[in-house]
């Protein structure tokens, strides 16, 4: 079906938002709220549109990091009610790796292939700034090669408070050590009035914006983020998206956009205090597509979460207006601690089928977006550096694959 018949039957003012963001002007944050809401043919010409200036924008390249997600600590006292990850310190299951344990995860995940490593852990109240430059300086001495993507706003607000200094002497002082790029994490929705429902001892969006701003001031790139389908509304989300791009035109530091669904089963946000279950399929379509044509050309690596979709609507996502699927992971642990069931890693191999299944070239990225690798031709892609582990086969197909082998 061509654009024109696509669109001929939707409402005038949505026909026109489409038409607008396709021709390249900058949408409102009003044309954001409506388009939030679409649904049904009306949602399908939207994930069209935003296919369309993806294209435009990307090219059909969909671009992956491999990465090893690494959590120092599950000790936390901020409370946040969306969080199943945190602990009190006296619970059992308590974690608070000692030096030698994040560098033997590191030291996996280089044999892995890993490019990147992303460190954040709970705001332990025992700990202080100079915990935070000891994991830098102590990763980078071990691996120079190693990108460190570490510490979310919220902690650095905390080691900040602790050491007494400048805000951008103290993200100098931590780039020194060896940090590369920030998480635009602890974001979640860049409203006050949400803040103080879901997460009120957390930082607020002045002082997160403040920190985002600084870092990028210095140089030290961050992503951006949003976590969507709980309390907040179509019109707090277009706002969010609104105040990022904003940032952006000011600073240039964000590489990308990243929603991130809320995962619900295991927290006292939904369990306690109302929230909706999550984000629907059509809220995780509508939130991509939206922000591919809201933040062009200011932000135009649009990322689908496979930890949060699930791999098989992430795909659906990056045929909605995404061009990157985010990282390998190899060890994830807050998505998994609040419920979702999307597993801990993805390796470099599978990226790379799920990529080829929807038509399009897997190409492996660096933290920053620089092109590491394409891979155009499926027969020349490299062996796989994961660990091998036999599958759990029963007792009759375990015979079959006995004479199998017997026979040859
Ligand atoms: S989201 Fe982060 S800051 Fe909030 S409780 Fe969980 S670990 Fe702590």
Redesign the pocket.
């Known amino acids: 079906m061509s654009l024109e018949r696509l669109f001929s039957d939707l409402r005038p003012e949505v026909g026109h938002c489409l038409d607008r963001a396709l021709s390249g002007a900058e949408l409102g944050v009003d044309d954001a709220e409506r388009l939030l809401q679409l649904e049904g043919a009306e949602l399908l010409a939207l994930q069209r549109a935003a296919d369309v200036a993806r294209l435009e924008d990307k090219g059909d390249d969909v671009t992956f990091v491999v990465c090893r997600n690494i959590n120092f600590t ?1 000790v ?5 009610s ?2 199943g ?2 602990r009190h310190k006296t619970e059992a299951d308590v974690f608070d790796h000692p030096m030698e344990v994040l560098l033997a995860k590191c030291r996996d995940a280089v044999a892995r292939g890993a490019t990147e490593v992303c460190i954040q ?3 332990h109240p025992n700990k202080d700034h100079t915990h935070y430059r000891e994991i830098l300086e102590s990763i980078k001495a071990a691996h120079p090669e190693l990108h460190i993507h570490a510490f ?1 706003p ?1 902690e650095i607000d905390f080691g900040h408070r602790k050491s007494g200094m400048e805000l951008s002497d103290y993200l100098r002082w931590l780039v020194d050590a060896g940090l590369g790029t920030m998480p635009g994490t ?1 974001a979640e929705i860049l409203d006050d009035a949400v803040r103080n429902e879901i ?1 009120p001892r ?1 930082l607020k969006r002045d002082r997160w914006v403040e920190i985002v701003k600084a870092a990028h001031g210095i140089g030290l790139r961050s992503t951006s983020t949003l976590m969507y389908g709980h309390i907040e509304s179509p019109r707090h989300v277009a706002h969010h998206l609104g105040l990022l791009r904003e940032i952006q035109q000011e600073t240039g530091g964000f590489t990308e956009f990243v929603p991130l669904g809320f995962i619900h089963e295991k927290n006292v946000l939904f369990n306690h205090l109302g929230a909706r279950p999550g984000s629907s399929a059509p809220e995780d379509l509508r939130l991509v597509a939206v922000a591919r044509l809201f933040l062009r050309p200011w932000i135009t690596n649009v990322q689908a979460s496979w930890v949060k979709m699930g791999p098989k609507l992430a795909q659906v996502a990056l045929m909605s207006g995404a061009n990157d699927f985010g990282g390998t992971l190899m060890e994830e642990s ?1 998505s998994r601690e609040s419920g979702s069931d999307h597993g801990e890693n993805l390796p470099a191999e599978d990226m790379r089928r799920l990529i080829r299944e929807i038509g399009r070239t897997p190409v492996e990225r660096s933290t920053t977006y620089r092109v590491l690798r394409r891979f155009d031709d499926p027969a020349e892609d490299p062996p796989s550096l994961e660990p091998r582990v036999e599958p759990e086969l029963s007792g009759p197909t375990r015979s079959r694959l006995a004479q199998g082998r017997a026979a040859r």
């Not at 936390?76 to 946040?80: H, K, L, N, T």
């Open positions: 599950n936390c006292y901020v409370g946040c969306f969080c990850f945190s852990g709970g705001i979310s919220e602890a997460s957390k807050i």
